[in-house]
């Protein structure tokens, strides 16, 4: 799993907008910013979709105020749920972008995958949140069940 002060391995993300299916390296959504990325196990899960997401709403001008540049939320889904997703919970780009690791390349790559396959969901993610800094990981809150670590909350918490 990767570990606070190591650097974010290069994958690509995706999503849809406009102009239809875009990726976008981590390498690029990274350099010269200091962002938040919290993962779910799933769109339109019960936790995810009534409590994880909906923190980050509610924070997000704090959590911005701390000098964070972006908050981005990642999970093994495919970008056009993850689209969707967004727009049923009312969540606009500017508030917090949605990013979909489809293959779980990201996830992997970082040590945060978990099978899920007794609950009929198959490779997701861990859920957890990360403070990244030009790159690098300055602080992770990773939850095997329950929200205390990787909630908005934790992470206005690690920005002090």
Partial sequence: MIEVGQKLPDATLHYRGEQGLNGCAVS?????????????????????????VPGFVLHSASI?????????????NDPFVMKFWAQHL????QT???LSDGNG??????????DMSNGAMGLRS??????VNNGVVQWLG???SGLAHSSAEAVLAALG
């Fill in 90 to 93: 009312g969540v606009n780009e």
């Fill in 28 to 52: 690029e959504l990274v350099s010269g910013q200091k962002i938040v990325i919290f993962a779910v196990p799933g769109a339109f899960t019960p936790t995810c979709s009534d409590t994880h």
């Fill in 142 to 144: 990773v939850d095997e």
């Fill in 96 to 98: 917090i972008r949605f």
């Fill in 64 to 76: 911005r105020a701390k000098g964070i540049d972006e908050i981005y939320c990642v999970a093994v």
């Fill in 105 to 114: 390349m990201f996830t992997q790559a970082i040590g945060m995958a978990r």
């Fill in 126 to 131: 861990k859920r957890y949140a990360m403070i």
